[in-house]
């Protein structure tokens, strides 16, 4: 099993940034991919960024340009930096892991942007 943590939401006003963190353990020789997806109230939860492996990053539209999905190989953790934050930014962020035979999914983060 893989136990994914996330770290880093708050409220932040239109145009700041935050950071935002997903550590993982256990099995986590069995992830192929970690990515970071999102739940606005009353809207169903969408992709974000996603990171595989081997480094290859994928966006949804909404947020090319303006956030950066990385990873730490050393520290189990992945990252999304969140800049030029808009008021439709503002959802739970959660963290999930792709591995071989299961899927993980984390807490959850919020995030909440102000005008």
């Known amino acids: 099993q893989v136990q994914l943590v996330e770290s880093g939401g708050g409220l932040v006003q239109a145009g700041g940034s935050l950071r935002l963190s997903c550590a993982a353990s256990g099995s986590i020789f069995s992830i192929v991919a970690m990515g970071w997806y999102r739940q606005a109230l009353g809207k169903q939860r969408e992709l974000v960024a996603t990171?595989?492996?081997?480094?290859?990053?994928n966006y949804a539209d909404s947020v090319k340009g303006r956030f950066t999905i990385s990873r730490d190989n050393a520290e189990n953790t992945v990252y999304l930096q969140m800049n030029r934050l808009k008021i439709e930014d503002t959802a739970v962020y959660y963290c999930?892991?792709?591995?071989?035979?299961?899927?993980?999914w984390g807490q959850g983060t919020q995030v909440t942007v102000s005008s």
């Open positions: 999930k892991a792709d591995c071989l035979n299961s899927i993980y």
């Open positions: 990171i595989t492996r081997g480094g290859r990053t």
